[in-house]
């Protein structure tokens, strides 16, 4: 999954920020580009647009979240509604499991990255419902 590179969309028009520079960081990120990009329910839509301030339980310092994307969109019900969306493989969304024998430095750098992303997704929460919109996250479930 780690592969990045340039997205050019059809539609240059429904992008939010300069559209010669969407960059993904995953084939996953691309693919949901791809669907923003060419779905007609989705009115407009940008890719790490948006900056949410977060405190980070590791050093207890603020700092910068940018989700990977804002999508406004007509709902089923025909109501437009904003999405703040963050692609994640689902085993990052999971609190790691405490091994049985000794913690290893694997186990502890996976704890320190949940502690960190659920501290971004609070505050995204947050950020979200103070502005009326909605805060997902995205695996590969969803997205395949």
Avoid at 62 to 89: A, Q
Wanted: glycine share 4%; proline share 7%.
């Amino acid at each position: 999954m780690a592969y990045k590179g340039k997205y050019k969309p059809n539609r240059p028009d429904k992008y939010h920020g300069d559209p010669t520079k969407i960059v993904y960081r995953s084939l996953w990120e691309r693919k949901c580009m791809r669907v923003f990009d060419e779905n007609p329910n989705i009115l407009s839509w940008g890719s790490e647009e948006i900056c949410i301030p977060y405190v980070s339980p590791v050093d207890g310092k603020v700092h910068r979240y940018y989700p990977d994307f804002i999508v406004e969109l007509k709902n089923k019900s025909g109501e437009i509604e904003t999405l703040v969306i963050e692609v994640k493989p689902s085993k990052q969304t999971q609190e790691p499991k405490i091994p049985t024998g000794k913690k290893t430095k694997k186990y502890i750098r996976e704890v320190m990255t949940y502690s960190i992303n659920n501290a971004k997704w609070k505050a995204a929460e947050e950020a979200c419902k103070q502005r009326g919109w909605s805060f997902r996250i995205i695996t590969e479930k969803e997205i395949f």
